[in-house]
């Protein structure tokens, strides 16, 4: 079955600073990956998804992420962070064949951005 | 194209009493799942359909069911309700594999 663990519920950085969220997932097939945020009292934003080829996959709002099968992990990263980008982030996985519409979400990262 | 919508936003019910959410999924999308948020269990699956049929469920009670109408629209009900059931209800839908899901912006649920 398919798991999500993001490491660290909160994570506060500089404006201006690197941002880097934590996924591992865990799945018994290949995977296709996504990365929601969430802004306060809204629904989820589709920040970008992994499903095949190219490992780096880059996102809205400057973000990017790495696949990396050897190490089942799908980290968000944006080199300099702004005060907009304030929210909670979910990373997903899709189900297996047969329940793709299915996400496996993990916890959620709070990202706070200090002035 | 607009996004996929949501009605009531906001709703205040009594224990025991039952409630129905709808979602309007975006255009040409089939496919319309629905979640639970919490801040105790975070974003759990309730349910899927595709065109009129539900194609998966979740790991909860029978109290919670849902349906799919002919224009993809959605709604999912609640019976006998109960404190716990406090939640943000989200919708979201997708076209097709692998599936990217565009998310609603949720109706926040009160039990009292």
């Known amino acids: 079955a398919q798991s999500v663990t993001q490491l660290g519920s909160h994570v506060s950085v500089s404006e201006g600073a690197l941002v880097l969220l934590r996924c591992n997932y865990s799945?018994?097939?290949?995977?296709?990956l996504f990365w929601y945020v969430q802004y306060p009292n809204q629904g989820l934003q589709l920040l970008l998804k992994y499903t095949t080829g190219a490992t780096l996959v880059k996102g809205i709002n400057g973000f990017e992420a790495e696949f990396k099968k050897s190490e089942t992990s799908f980290h968000l990263t944006k080199p300099s962070a702004h005060m907009s980008d304030a929210a909670e982030y979910f990373c997903a996985v899709s189900g297996e064949w047969g329940s793709q519409g299915n996400l496996i979400f993990g916890k959620g990262t709070k990202l706070s951005v200090k002035p | 194209k607009a996004g996929v919508t949501q009605t009531p936003r906001y709703l205040i019910k009594t224990r025991g009493q039952q409630v129905t959410l709808s979602c309007s999924p975006i255009s040409g999308h089939r496919s319309v799942s629905w979640y639970q948020q919490t801040p105790g269990q975070g974003l759990q699956f309730l349910f899927e359909y595709f065109s009129e049929t539900q194609r998966n469920k979740g790991n909860f009670p029978g109290r919670f069911s849902g349906r799919q109408f002919s224009n993809s629209r959605s709604e999912m009900n609640v019976s006998t309700l109960e404190l716990g059931d406090s939640a943000l209800y989200l919708c979201a839908s997708s076209f097709s594999f692998p599936y990217e899901q565009y998310f609603g912006p949720g109706t926040r649920l009160t039990v009292t």
């Open positions: 799945s018994s097939v290949p995977p296709y």
